[in-house]
């Protein structure tokens, strides 16, 4: 019998494995696709980290922990037989805004909470707007593809991994819970549901206030020998456009943070046609990045599992103590694996809730 068994092994599960995997418990963790896989939300090369963090100060605090993880996280993969590059890239972040901006007033105010180090200048863009522009020289961004490679292979000595395989039920049984899948029945103390989009699918014992949105991530080759060195994120009257810096080919990736198309089931077939948001993107790079050609090289879909209030959602399933379901990322989680992991591990071990998370609790 497994100690603890996590259904879902994209950044949150993988993240959890790896927390678990210190803990001397025995675990197994399984998923219906080859970690790494593109899905879901936890693929597209790059994932955007920050500490002055707009969406509330009370992440702030779990922030601090991920930062922590996720470097020592990258000295543990640098050791590892398997490893290709490492995870946190620390180049910066520039953020532009209006000076109502509710971005802008929330990065402010995340500082100023929790005495965070930034720089705020003037900025006047060539349409005569003006607001403030905030330079972050924490902030960065994760390789995402060896973000899950690394949690996994430094895991693998102390969780057994279940992969292309459905689990088709879980049953809270007597003294254990019984988990069937495609291929094998497992018996475990403890489950941890990180199961993304799927989710609201997926747990049965109450409703999971989730909606489910594919957006779209492109990346444009430059027209001369641009070189971007930071992270950059522009909240415009359309929405909050982010990007990073080249990657190995050169490329700029850059997105337009929405809710983009609703879906009833994370299976519905990925697009092959740019979205929606493409000619929205393409009059931002030509006013904001004019050395870059605006027919992206590529495009990748992601998809979005969102709670009503973009908070995360992290529970016991109606109080049993035995279930834990981490859930409702809202298109910002992935920077939090590594602390999420930890947090699971308090309330595996400890079965209750870490008073960093206690306002992350399922809401109606």
């Known amino acids: ?171 809270q049984l007597e003294f254990s819970i019984e988990v069937k899948t495609s291929k094998r029945t497992f018996f475990t103390k403890k489950i941890v549901i ?37 992270c950059f994120g522009y909240h415009l009257d359309e929405g909050f456009f982010y990007g990073f810096p080249n990657d190995q080919e050169g490329f700029i990736k850059i997105a337009l943070h929405l809710r983009g198309d609703e879906l009833n089931h994370p299976c519905e077939k990925e697009s092959k046609l740019p979205g929606r948001d493409l000619p929205i993107l393409q009059n931002f790079i030509s006013k904001y990045f004019p050395e870059l050609n605006p027919k992206p090289v590529h495009f990748a879909n992601c998809i979005y599992e969102m709670s009503p209030d973009e908070h995360f959602m992290i529970d016991f399933i109606n109080g049993n103590t035995n279930m834990i379901a981490a859930c409702g990322f809202s298109g910002h989680g992935f920077k939090f694996g590594p602390a999420i992991g930890d947090l699971v591990y308090e309330m595996a071990t400890k079965e209750q809730i870490p008073d960093l998370a206690r306002f992350l609790k399922f809401r109606s």
């Open 1 to 171: 019998m497994y100690d603890v068994t996590i259904i879902g092994c994209g950044i949150m599960g993988a993240s959890c494995a790896w927390r678990l995997s210190k803990s001397g418990l025995k675990v197994a963790a399984i998923d219906q696709f080859q970690m790494g896989h593109s899905h879901g939300s936890s693929h597209g090369q790059t994932r955007m980290i920050r500490q002055a963090y707009f969406e509330h100060p009370n992440y702030v605090p779990l922030l601090m922990k991920a930062y922590s993880l996720w470097d020592e996280l990258d000295k543990e993969w640098a050791n590892h037989q398997h490893f290709q590059r490492k995870i946190f890239h620390k180049v910066g972040l520039w953020v532009y805004g209006a000076n109502d901006s509710s971005i802008i007033e929330g990065i402010q105010r995340s500082a100023t909470e929790h005495q965070l180090p930034i720089q705020i200048s003037p900025w006047h863009d060539s349409s005569s707007n003006e607001g403030l522009k905030i330079f972050e020289a924490n902030a960065g961004f994760l390789d995402t593809e060896q973000a899950i490679a690394g949690l996994k292979q430094c895991s693998l000595n102390n969780v057994d991994f279940f992969e292309q395989e459905e689990v088709l039920s879980y049953k």
């Open 194 to 230: 990180t199961t993304g989009s799927w989710t609201k699918h997926f747990i049965k014992e109450r409703p999971i206030p989730l909606k489910i949105y594919r957006n779209y991530l492109y990346w444009f080759k430059p027209t001369t020998n641009f070189q971007l060195k930071n």
